[in-house]
């Protein structure tokens, strides 16, 4: 009778469908941070965290110099070339609460720069001070979307 | 001067200059050569004591202290009145005040040791764990900046680059 139970449990736990794994959109962004005479208007796709950025780094103008946009469902690393000379790895390693745990390497051509873990809430950007560039400065900016 | 008994310690021990000295003598009066001969007496014993009397070497030391101590402690409860708390050693103000400096440091070096996180503050939430620089050259430190709210992984000893801020 028992081991008829737990068979009948047994098929009732196979029969439910495995919960899909939640997929993450990783937004990665190279910015290109400077002083400007006559500032130009902040790009849409930096609107969010346009001012923080501003703030956090004493600049007036900012540019998108490239952007990329991944669908993160399982663990497989994802490439997230910037501009013409930065790459960033990324992995999602979990999702738990809300937040998602990202294996990152950033490389400036074949150099690593940083290795590191994040753990991101949605919409809250994670910015990278990247190396001074001309008269400004390159900020790489993650957000899981 | 008046001869008091300050001023005849100091008169005996030939403390007192030329000046003070005389008139010293001079307030003696007729007691003087009987005050005399009690100086000499003391002189001389001050001058056998510091010659011949050689204070006892203590094998131990420590051992020594620690009975003071507990003759000294057993002496306090003694006299102490019985309202009175017993003393351990160490006040409960100094208790109090050792516990805070202890909570600091725990405090502060969870801090240290726990990584640059944000959460909760308008709903923004970002960590970063263990960064290691690629090269020691780098240095890759994580802060959050509270005005801005958002955590910043701040990389130095970068190269710098050319042509990268135009498209």
Known sequence: MIKALC?????????VPAKAQETRTLWAGLVYASNEPEPS???????????????VFGYNQLQLVSERREALSDSTERTFPLGKKFRLFATRKSVKDGKTLFDLRLFQEDRLLVQTQAKLGRQSPLFLRGPLCDKGQLIIVLQVE | MTPSEENFTAWVDGRLSREEAARFEEALGDALPEVGRDREEARKLG??????????????GDFFNH??????????????????????????????????????????????????????????????????PGNSKISAKPFYSRKANVTVLWLDGLDRVSGEGRK
């Not at chain 2, 001058?47 to 131990?60: D, F, G, S, V, Y």
């Open chain 1, 41 to 55: 208007a902040t790009p849409g796709a930096l609107a969010g965290f346009g001012e923080k950025l501003k703030s």
């Open chain 2, 67 to 132: 009975q003071l101590l507990e003759r000294i402690q057993a002496e306090e409860s003694r006299t102490r009145p019985p309202s009175e708390p017993a003393r351990h050693g160490v006040s409960l103000w100094r208790l109090l005040w050792i516990g805070s400096v202890c909570c600091g440091i725990a405090v502060m070096a969870t801090m240290a040791v726990q990584p640059v996180e944000h959460g909760g503050a308008r709903g923004y939430y970002a960590q970063v764990l263990n960064p290691k």
């Open chain 1, 7 to 15: 068979l009948l449990l047994a098929a009732l736990f196979l029969a």
């Open chain 2, 47 to 60: 001058n056998l004591l510091r010659t011949q009397w050689k204070p006892a070497e203590l094998t131990n």
